[in-house]
């Protein structure tokens, strides 16, 4: 083995643990970072055609080696899960081309309030009958085409995920980042499964005044649907993350958010770290009015915030979760390299003391325009520099 080679595994390595050490409650050696780049993103970065690249694995797999030269993240950049050739194939109205080539998520309601005493009954039937064939054109046609569809999408996913894996792995060990699976599944919150896959924002928001015990029992009903889209098939451990997006709290009144989404989401967090798992929120909008109520949750939950009070966040929340995100996009977007630096030791000198944070962004790079390339790289150096412990 060469010297170069040695050295990537033992940077691999490092980096692996000091994400293990912050999962397993000890104090890593340097902050983790959890910066992630969107496969479109790192098209563009490369200089690929949105449109078009998108539909080639070796296009993606050229632009991901690329990109995770160009930035010194600790994880493996540049790949998303939501490809447009899955959805063209199933005829997808919920996941539609811009026409910029970016992927776009319609506000779109996959059952109307007169289904909801079906849903409560059998949530996953209405699924199947009625959400489904809504969204996805090839799948309300009659079988077999259905399921050739499905087939179809299935080889499609199987045959771009035979390269991407490998691919990625050798990123890995190539540019000596993280190794290790940390984030595994991905679900929702049972409120904001009702509210975007069911009901729609509009939907719901009316619902809650209109039909208030229906959302209450529907929520009740979802929450083992959640819980089997969310408990991964590994070995529990709390170095393995289930990822819960929080989409509907910031535009709800408080008393509303506890009596309609807090209840059965704080149970299926809790029914989640009693299995062995750790779990991993993005905290979408501003959360300060809802700090108290993540206190209440078990211990160890990460917790990526998009807006707040950083000495605030880290004063109620840091003993006792890991927390990260709050530096803002915007500034890679259009500051200079001094605001970039200026800004990223002001959180480190907050967020850091004690442990219990991972460095991250206030939102996930979706597009090159996020962030100019010369900002990103400051801003990894300068974590790399400044984020020792």
């Not at 912050?22 to 983790?32: A, D, H």
């Not at 109307?112 to 309300?140: G, M, Q, R």
């Not at 499905?150 to 060990?173: D, Q």
């Not at 059965?264 to 029914?271: A, F, G, H, L, S």
């Amino acid at each position: 083995m060469d010297h170069a080679n040695k050295v990537m595994i033992e940077q691999s390595q490092q980096r692996n643990q000091n994400f293990i050490d912050i999962y397993e409650g000890r104090m890593p050696k340097k902050i983790p970072i959890a910066i992630n780049i969107d496969g479109a993103a790192a098209l563009e970065y490369a200089g690929k055609n949105l449109i078009l690249d998108q539909y080639s694995a070796d296009e993606m797999i050229e632009a991901m080696d690329y990109t995770n030269g160009l930035f010194d993240t600790d994880l493996v950049v540049g790949f998303s899960s939501r490809l447009p050739s899955y959805y063209k194939i199933l005829g997808a109205r919920n996941y539609v081309m811009g026409g910029d080539g970016f992927m776009q998520h319609p506000n779109i309601n996959g059952i109307e309030p007169e289904d909801y005493d079906e849903l409560i009954n059998d949530p996953v039937k209405v699924c199947w009958e009625k959400v489904i064939p809504k969204f996805y054109s090839e799948l309300a046609k009659p079988a077999p085409y259905n399921m050739i569809a499905l087939l179809k999408m299935y080889v499609s996913m199987k045959n771009v995920m035979a390269k991407i894996g490998p691919a990625a792995a050798h990123i890995a060990a190539k540019y000596g980042k993280v190794t290790q699976k940390f984030y595994s599944k991905r679900t929702r919150a049972p409120f904001d499964l009702l509210a975007d896959t069911f009901r729609s924002f509009t939907g719901i928001s009316i619902d809650i005044r209109k039909y208030p015990q229906k959302v209450l029992e529907a929520c009740e009903a979802l929450l083992p649907l959640v819980l089997k889209m969310g408990i991964p098939a590994e070995k529990p451990s709390k170095t393995i993350r289930v990822g819960i997006a929080l989409h509907m709290p910031t535009f709800m009144r408080e008393k509303d958010f506890a009596k309609f989404w807090w209840p059965t989401y704080k149970r299926m967090v809790e029914y989640i770290t009693e299995a062995g798992f750790g779990v991993y929120m993005f905290c979408e909008d501003d959360w300060m009015r809802y700090l108290d109520y993540l206190k209440e949750l078990p211990a160890g939950c990460e917790m990526q915030f998009e807006y707040g009070e950083p000495k605030i966040i880290k004063q109620k929340l840091g003993d006792k979760h890991i927390i990260e995100g709050l530096f803002p996009i915007s500034l890679l977007r259009t500051g200079s390299i001094q605001e970039v630096e200026r800004k990223t030791k002001e959180l480190i000198d907050i967020l850091a003391p004690g442990g219990n944070y991972i460095f991250n962004l206030d939102k996930g790079i979706l597009r090159a325009s996020d962030a100019k390339v010369e900002n990103l790289q400051t801003l990894l150096k300068c974590i790399r520099e400044y984020g020792v412990y």
